[in-house]
């Protein structure tokens, strides 16, 4: 979920054509979704099952977009709800509805979907735009306070929500008992909360980025209010397919990852992946730009919403429906958290980048890759 500033509209500029901000393909794969969903494609074999999943991938990309395109037009700090609320919808309903599966433990995949958001974010997206818009423009700056503050609020609710329940002793094993699950839930609403006023309405100038690029991205031309209504139908559409066919194909996908001898935790990485997908390509190509300060703020949003919601949101569903939830991470995932967070303190800390940072983060991440499939 991008950390975006105000979006204004110069009275020079048009509305946006419908066309530029509603592409075909992001129309048309709710619709097939729909189909697939009443046909029961995801029960028609392994053709039927790669094709469901195809359009399940396609939906959650057409999802991202339209909500992109309202919140583009309602501002800030609506539009950064909208969009975030857009995400955890996709990601929460490909969790529970594995959680909800017959195949498997599948306890700890929320655990294991955040993490690997997290590792994604702080090592695959920010290691790759430092080290593609370092390589372009040898070295890259950007406003340090900003994401001092991103880093000190995900280093909080990461911690809490994936490290402290290994050290608690009401309930055996790496989980909460249902009141600190509440109250890990309260309080990773109030920081995520919290930021997001910090950063649309107090301190908004410690997330404007820097450059000639600002101009172009202040002034651009917002959706009509007839756009923004129609990808927000679209969009409601959208969502309602992921769930259908995230609960179609959830018994399959686990099965055929504990049929191929892989740990669980793979799911979760491909989960974090695919909801990451359109963030991570802006955050890239804002990079290339020599618009560091963009990525940061995309890359460094989605971690914080992917705690601050996805938690909270997925602490409910298992109180509710009863479903054991398992939060704790091992020995080998803290110390990985540990040494992201150490790294991005100290590469992040100066307002300056090179090639070296980006390296460090994705050899990071290539660890968390190789110990997560190899653990």
């Not at 935790?265 to 020599?290: C, F, H, M, N, T």
């Not at 601050?308 to 991470?329: K, N, Q």
């Not at 040494?339 to 980006?358: D, H, M």
Request: glycine share 8%; aromatic share 6%.
């Amino acid at each position: 979920m991008p950390l975006t500033t105000a979006t204004t509209q110069s009275p020079d500029h048009a509305p946006m054509p419908w066309r530029d901000a509603l592409p075909v393909w992001t129309l048309a794969m709710p619709p097939v979704g729909l189909v697939a969903v009443a046909i029961g494609l995801a029960k028609l074999g392994t053709i039927g099952i790669v094709a469901a999943t195809l359009i399940l991938i396609g939906c959650v990309l057409a999802a991202v977009h339209h909500a992109e395109v309202v919140a583009h037009r309602v501002g800030e700090p609506f539009g950064t709800l909208v969009l975030a609320v857009a995400v955890t919808v996709i990601e929460v309903s490909l969790i529970v509805s594995l959680m909800l599966a017959e195949s498997g433990d599948a306890s700890a995949l929320a655990r294991d979907t955040v993490f690997a958001a997290i590792m994604i974010i702080l090592n695959g997206i920010v290691g790759l735009c430092l080290l593609a818009g370092a390589a372009r423009h040898r070295e890259q700056r950007f406003t340090q306070r900003g994401v001092s503050a991103a880093l000190c609020v995900l280093a909080a609710m990461a911690v809490l929500s994936l490290v402290l329940p290994n050290y608690t002793s009401t309930t055996p094993g790496p989980t909460y008992s249902a009141s600190q699950l509440l109250f890990t839930a309260v309080v990773s609403l109030i920081l995520y909360g919290t930021f997001v006023l910090i950063q649309t309405v107090r301190h908004r100038d410690y997330f404007l980025p820097g450059g000639e690029g600002v101009a172009a991205d202040v002034h651009a031309a917002l959706p009509s209010n007839r756009t923004a209504w129609a990808a927000f139908g679209v969009l409601a559409v959208a969502l309602v397919v992921v769930v259908l066919l995230a609960k179609a194909l959830s018994a399959t996908v686990e099965r055929a990852v504990l049929d191929a001898g892989l740990p669980l935790a793979i799911v979760g990485v491909v989960i974090a992946a695919l909801v990451l997908a359109p963030e991570s390509l802006a955050a890239y190509r804002a990079a290339k730009r020599d618009r560091l300060q963009t990525s940061l703020n995309l890359a460094l949003g989605s971690a914080l919403a992917t705690i601050g919601l996805t938690i909270p949101t997925v602490a409910v569903v298992s109180l509710m429906l009863d479903l054991p939830l398992t939060l704790g991470i091992d020995g080998k995932s803290v110390v990985l958290l540990a040494l992201s967070l150490f790294v991005a303190t100290l590469s992040l800390g100066t307002g300056r980048t090179t090639v070296l940072q980006g390296a460090v983060h994705l050899v990071i991440f290539a660890a968390y890759l190789f110990t997560t499939v190899i653990p």
